[in-house]
């Protein structure tokens, strides 16, 4: 939770620069973690708004888990060898709610997502994977790196059963910006869809991001990709196999 907390935070000053860490508690309204608690992690990492600050530095605290990070060097030749996985807010009603996408680095298809009200590991990165892995209609996965930063709902322990029972390798970076394409996903969902809809509740809101995860995937044309869209690029890549 620590470092999600740190990743949120990083999030929303960029958004607010002049925001208090006060403020921020009470939008986040992180569970299992008080106040006081909240801040004095804010206060060892230098985010409180009276010192200066550097958004580029985070610490690991002791007893944090942290899978080595298997996309050094790495090579991807095809889908279902790496997906990118990332949480980010969406603010809505004066209340902050979580977007967990998980993508794939060959083909740009988003597989996985989910919307919640919490940082809960069941309601963010366990309920996107279950949906990627259903998106994958029973392919063997085994081998497969999900890659993340430092996010507590990455090595939770549901989430860590989960991909050990598939055969997926957990990877993590040891910075959050280090994860460039799903930070870069983050942006482009939020203010190339969202940001252009009439949202009013949590409701709308996973209809939106639905409607948004579709639009990108079959209507989004992609330079990296010739300019075909994330799911031709994948047809293709399928008929010649």
Known sequence: MHKQIVHIVFQVRQDHPTMGIRDIFYKIRPQGIGRDAFEEICRKE???IERPMNWRRTTDSSGVI???DL??????DGINKLWQSDITYYELNNRFYYITFIQDRYSR???????????TTIKTTYTALKVAIAYRNSIDLTGLILHSDGGGQYYAKLFIELTHNIGIKNSMCQYAWENGMAERLNGVIKNNYLKH??????????????????LYNHGKPHIELKRQTPFE???K????Q
């Open 46 to 48: 230098r985010l409180m």
């Open 66 to 68: 942290r899978f080595e």
């Open 71 to 76: 996309t050094v060097g790495l090579v991807v």
């Open 109 to 119: 298809v988003i597989v996985g997502y989910s919307v919640s009200d919490s940082l």
């Open 197 to 214: 809809r009439k949202i009013k509740n949590l409701n709308q809101l996973r209809k939106e991001v639905d409607r948004s995860v579709r």
């Open 233 to 235: 690029y994948e047809m």
């Open 237 to 240: 890549i399928v008929n010649l």
